[in-house]
């Protein structure tokens, strides 16, 4: 089984302490035994609170996530699955972003602003669930719109998450994260169709090696024992230009459809569909935002393996496919906070005709 298929098998699980279930025990312990120092001591509350993922990934893991600082821009389904997940895990603090009101069409997926609050502001119509999920989680509203935000807003987090922003903004706001030194994640969900970026520098973590060791005696059958030694890496991510000027044209790329299938190509379809039109597909218009979708494919990559059906399936946040991305993004937020298992790098897409998961390295050497 692949891991996509287990990220989709234990969505809706309390994903925030099942997401590291197939690490052995003995790796957490390395980890702590070699992670450095937070300063941070849990209370017996939140001890008990958290006892269940403290045995997952261990006390130093659960420690760094208490002292994080996390920006979630667009509050729409997306937004508040990650942002459930992420409150859960049990970080310092959550800061919910968004200037939109909330729609009808948002009641498709964002569980977290209830009926009554349809007209008011995302990020504020999201408080008070929000804020219930976990009281040990500072959780705040800002209301400001994302283009008036510069290096000191963002500069007051660890990780920075942006969703449903156009290319222009998500360029920007991850080169005022990478001077900063602050971990950037660009995500967003087209009907059941997903995406993140994840833009974060030069990131450290502890991986676990395992070998075999011979443990039977001479003339014995021969047995082994699984040994696990923590290795310190350090990886470069590229920055998000790298993906704007990524080739989708490219003999190399195209190679890979057979395999991968077109999510890609459908991405740069709808990322374009949004800076032309300043908007996303509505079904409202479905019919001609297909035919739009179909413009802009063919000037794009003529003679696509981007099937029209596939454009069919682009219209709201359909929740299922918010679980599964959602999942993905929160997921590998704790593995930046907790320098847990290397995040993936960079790329990763959802493919709503295949309902799996893949990961593209952009801009990697």
């Not at 950037?184 to 450290?204: P, R």
């Not at 920055?239 to 190399?252: E, H």
Request: aromatic share 8%.
């Amino acid at each position: 089984m692949s891991s996509m298929q287990v990220v989709v098998r234990i969505v809706g699980v309390h994903l925030f302490c099942d997401i590291f279930i197939n690490f052995r025990e003995n790796m957490k312990m390395d980890i702590e035994k070699n992670a450095e120092g937070t300063g941070v001591e849990l209370t017996d509350a939140e001890n008990e609170l958290y006892d269940r993922q403290i045995r997952l990934w261990g006390l130093e893991s659960q420690k760094r996530l208490r002292t994080a600082n996390i920006l979630i821009s667009g509050l729409n389904g997306l937004g508040a699955e990650i942002t459930k997940n992420i409150i859960l895990s049990g970080v310092n603090l959550v800061k919910l972003h968004d200037d939109k009101l909330v729609t009808e069409e948002d009641f498709c997926s964002q569980f977290l602003a209830a009926r009554e609050e349809l007209g008011n502001n995302r990020a504020e119509a999201s408080l008070t669930r929000a804020r219930a999920l976990n009281p040990m989680v500072d959780i705040s509203a800002d209301t400001q719109p994302l283009i008036e935000k510069n290096a000191d807003f963002f500069g007051q987090f660890d990780v920075v998450v942006i969703n449903g922003a156009n290319n222009e903004e998500l360029l920007r706001i991850d080169t005022i994260c990478r001077e900063l030194g602050v971990k950037f994640f660009a995500t967003d969900v087209w009907g059941m169709f997903g995406f993140h970026y994840a833009g974060l520098q030069k990131h450290s973590y502890v991986e676990n090696v395992f070998k075999y060791k011979v443990i039977s005696k001479p003339n014995e059958k021969v047995k082994y024992e699984t040994v696990s030694t923590p290795v310190q890496r350090e990886v470069e991510y590229p920055a998000y230009s790298n993906w704007l000027d990524f080739n989708i044209n490219a003999p190399n790329y195209q190679r890979k459809l057979k395999r991968d299938g077109p999510g890609i190509i459908l991405l740069r379809v709808l990322q374009n569909f949004r800076s032309t039109h300043n908007r996303d597909p509505n079904y409202k218009t479905r019919e001609a935002d297909i035919a739009l979708l179909e413009q802009i494919r063919d000037e794009l990559v003529p003679n696509s393996a981007l099937t029209s059906d596939a454009l069919g399936l682009l219209f709201a946040q359909i929740s299922p496919a918010v679980a599964v991305v959602g999942g993905v993004v929160a997921q590998e937020i704790i593995k930046v906070v907790t320098k847990m298992e290397a995040p993936h790098r960079n790329l990763f897409i959802f493919n709503p005709e295949t309902c799996m998961g893949y990961v593209e390295a952009i801009g990697v050497n």
